[in-house]
């Protein structure tokens, strides 16, 4: 319902929105020094030039709400709300809830820096997710000095072929282990897979069923405090640092749980319960690295579009590694994972750095195919190869152990990789 503005440049309109919308709009007008009627517009505008779904928004106990807005947009609007099959409250409270996420407070403006956020990801199993995950959470957790001078030696080893292979030149190499400093950060690693191959190869027991778990937060059911299931590994090289959220047996119906809970909540959106689960930990770290299962479903969604690149983020600061073998499956896996990850960003208009591959398990000694299968990840466009890591034995003894690979074994071929990895994906 509209009625004419005193002045004539605006008409009263008259719909319903929530006491919690009605609320928040209010104060961050305030906080902003808007008009309510300005912000308004500005959200229905922007909200029928989006050609992108919104997500529904629940609007149960909607009360009177009234504003002045430009002649004929309200009209419009409620075209818009047609073309949509939408109630013109879910119409307007998309558009205020769309509205108040591009503009957020200047309190959350001053929030500590976000941490990054790292994924590795990929459809097919054994290709060395959970591996390239705690290689580069170890690197970038122990004490910054020591890992440099591992590298350091590291590099002043390496004969012309290896220099060749990686790409670098020894001068280079060691001008960007001075220049570019990795370790020293506050890390958590979340074993995303419901095998829980990371927990179990650090000695950390799987959360049973029917407990506490990150699932559990995921979906709205968790009554305690997430933090309460994080395990410090208790390492002298880390100091402290390096922390992981075990898997969770649960794990397994994820999906199935993601799919339910939307189908029966309004305003639960799927692919951002993994994000809204660890954003009251990102102020305890400075990088969150994610361990996906061997899947492309709706826990993958979700932890791809925790690794977008938010609002004001630099390029390549947060991203998905993408770890591969050197052989012909492993490349029609890869090309399955970009096409998801392409329609993600379609879908939701989002952008998802590619910080790189990880060639695991290389031998030579496996003739052409595994030879030009690495001369054909090198050749990809849009892409870079991080790191071609060897199938040694250092990797498989730290399992053994239960122990990190960078506190078993830390001067090793492999656990220097891993600091190139982590360093590579920093650049």
């Known amino acids: 319902m509209a009625s004419p503005y005193p002045d004539g440049d605006r008409e009263k309109v008259a719909s319903k929105l929530t006491p919690a919308l009605q609320q928040e709009l209010k104060i961050r007008c305030a906080e902003l020094s808007l008009d309510i009627q300005d912000a308004v ?8 030039a989006s050609t992108l779904p919104g997500p529904d928004v629940d609007t149960a106990g909607a009360k009177s709400f009234s504003t002045w807005l430009p002649p004929g947009l309200y009209d419009e609007f409620k075209g818009a709300c047609g073309d949509r099959s939408l109630s013109y409250i879910q119409g307007l409270a998309q558009s205020v809830r769309a509205w108040l996420d591009e503009n957020p407070s200047p309190k959350e403006r001053l929030r500590p820096s976000e941490p990054h956020r790292l994924v590795t990801v990929n459809q097919k199993g054994g290709v060395g997710k959970t591996t390239v995950a705690l290689g580069v959470a170890e690197s970038e957790a122990e004490d910054p000095e020591e890992g440099a001078a591992c590298l350091r030696r590291y590099a002043e080893s390496l004969a012309y072929n290896d220099l060749r292979r990686i790409g670098k030149n020894k001068a280079g190499l060691l001008q960007q282990i001075a220049e570019l400093a990795i370790g020293g950060k506050r890390v958590l690693v979340v074993d995303y897979d419901p095998q829980s191959h990371l927990s179990d190869q ?7 069923p029917g ?6 937060h995921m979906v709205g059911e968790a009554e305690g405090d997430l933090r309460d299931l994080i395990v410090t590994i208790d390492e002298p090289r880390f100091r402290g640092r390096l922390h992981v959220l075990p898997g969770a047996f649960d794990g397994f119906i994820l999906d199935s749980k ?4 939307a189908a029966q909540s309004r305003g639960f959106q799927k692919e951002i319960a ?3 689960a660890l954003r009251p930990l990102e102020d305890d770290y400075d990088l969150i690295v994610i361990d996906c299962p061997p899947s492309l479903g709706l826990a993958t969604d979700a932890a791809l579009y925790y690794a977008r690149r938010r609002r004001n983020e630099k390029a390549r600061r947060s991203g998905v590694i993408i770890p591969v073998q050197a052989e012909d499956t492993s490349a029609t896996a890869y090309n399955m994972l970009v096409d998801q990850i392409e329609d993600l960003c379609k879908d939701l208009g989002l952008e998802i750095d590619y910080l790189g591959l990880v060639v695991n398990q290389y031998d030579s000694r496996r003739g052409f195919v595994a030879t030009s299968s690495l001369e054909q990840w090198n050749k990809l466009q849009d892409q870079r190869v991080l790191a071609v890591l060897d199938d040694l034995k250092e990797q498989r003894e730290a399992v053994r152990m239960k122990k990190p690979l960078l506190a078993y074994a830390p001067g090793s071929k492999q656990a220097n990789t891993m600091r190139m990895i982590a360093m590579g994906a920093a650049q």
């Open 41 to 48: 517009t500005t959200a229905i505008t922007t909200w029928r």
């Open 202 to 208: 650090l000695g950390i027991p799987q959360i049973p």
């Open 211 to 216: 407990h506490e778990s990150l699932v559990k």
């Open 258 to 261: 993601l799919a339910l809970t």
């Open 274 to 276: 993994l994000e809204r």
